[in-house]
């Protein structure tokens, strides 16, 4: 445990970031969940909308810091390959 004032200080703080970290990956998680689904149901326009939602959403935690920017664009790159293969398979 912690002994010194500054120490408590640096715990709480640690704290109360890991909880807002968490809950923006969370948030993050959902819409790319959203967008999964949006491409199994094979509707291409709501999966072009929730696509848009979850890059947004990604975008804004890389540049944030929450996540690192590379795992950002991993994970924007392979959305907009299953947005690809969704588009083409209906075309």
Excluded: C, P, W
């Amino acid at each position: 445990m912690a002994h010194t004032l500054s120490a408590k200080k640096r715990l709480r703080q640690s704290e109360k970031r890991r909880l807002r970290n968490k809950s923006y990956k969370s948030r993050m998680k959902t819409f790319i969940k959203n967008f999964l689904s949006a491409v199994e149901s094979g509707d291409v326009e709501l999966a072009e909308k929730k696509y848009h939602e979850a890059v947004k959403v990604i975008a804004k935690l890389g540049s944030k810091g929450i996540i690192h920017k590379n795992q950002a664009s991993r994970k924007i790159s392979r959305l907009t390959v299953k947005l690809n293969n969704l588009k083409n398979s209906a075309a």
